[in-house]
């Protein structure tokens, strides 16, 4: 028997540990919810694989967990979080004809428990690995890694090759081998309140103010090179007859290149104000760098193509805007692969969902992968 008769032998059970963790919502911010969540994962990894995880408590999200197999010189990381972005009720689990439908299926906890199933399948088959995987789940991704990355830079510093469980992109399960960065910020004016009839004072509305600010950051994006910069939000002012005295935008701005993000940063950080009686307050930073394709990735990528080709399967790379806990490792200069968890739609969606069919291909895959960098 080979992995990919074994997993699909064990579809239905595979499945249903989905479903297991699926149902065990786990909003970010919601400690009580997510930490349930982790007991339950943490639970699945020993009744699966026979290891026992090591759990970090955390004071305002759900637990980190760490969870270590085999051993040897050579440390392959895997990563993967199990927050979601949904609060608890806001979607259900079900199933409808080849597609799992609920709170955090392709985002990612199929590709959690797919990638968990992939190592039981390499040990049933008695394939042996000449290294330590180190598999870290995070609580905490789904909202920008606040302590997941302290948490993920000191357990990987030592790896040798990273592997992220994130859904590919689409039904063609692209694999991800360049992401784009991201910095946010908060620009607060300040201003001075007036009667907007018997006082006007245009030079101290804080709203105005910002209206030059968004100019000044327009005129900052670069699309043609991966730079963009977005103002999501707006609010400020007290009514609409008194000058406003503060607003606040929030701003989202994503790179391609390591060093558009400082360039990016360091404008955004000296903004002054236009106006003259106003002033400015700016809070944020750089949250990740760049996920860039180097050779080291290319070759990860061409040996999960080697794989995908033995399984009769055709996949392809990727460019991503968005961002995931790879782009830390990549920064860190270790060779990291994102994109190998299970396939589906609809992330951040009502309509998330995973395509069940498909488990089976995608955890031999990632089962491949595994075992070719036993040679490597």
Known sequence: MNVLQYLTENKDQILRDIEWIVTCESPSRRKDLSDECADA????????????????????TGK???????????????LAHYDTVWEEGDLSYYIEGDKAYGPGTVDMKAGLVQSMWAIKA???????????????VTADEEI?????????????????????????TGYEGLIKTERKGDATYDIKAIGVASHAGNDPKPQANAINELAHQIVKLENLADLENGTSINVGVIHGGSKRNVTAAEAVMEVDCRFSKREEAHRIDEAIQALKPTLKET??????EIGRYPMERT???????????????DLGMEIGETF???VSDGN?????????????????????????????????????????????????
Do not use: C
């Open 320 to 322: 991503a805007g968005g």
């Open 295 to 309: 050779e080291q990735t290319v070759e990860l990528y061409e040996m999960a193509k080697e794989v995908a080709s």
């Open 122 to 136: 390499l040990q049933e088959l008695d394939v042996e690995l000449d290294y330590k995987i180190k598999f870290l």
């Open 41 to 60: 994962i943490y639970q699945m990894f020993y009744e699966r694989l026979g290891v026992y995880g090591e759990a970090y408590e955390q004071e305002e």
């Open 328 to 376: 830390f490792t990549s920064a860190m200069g270790i060779p990291t692969l994102d994109g190998l968890g299970a396939i589906g739609d609809g992330l951040h969606a009502p309509h998330e969902h995973i395509v069940i069919s498909e488990l089976p291909r995608r955890g031999a895959l990632l089962a491949g992968v595994l075992e070719k960098l036993n040679k490597s």
């Open 64 to 78: 980190h967990l760490k969870f270590e197999i085999g051993r040897g010189d050579k440390t392959v990381v895997m």
């Open 279 to 284: 002033d400015l307050v700016v809070e944020g």
């Open 144 to 168: 920008k890694s606040p302590t997941g990355q302290y948490f993920i830079k000191d357990e990987a510093k030592d790896a040798d090759v990273v592997l992220v469980v994130e859904p590919p």
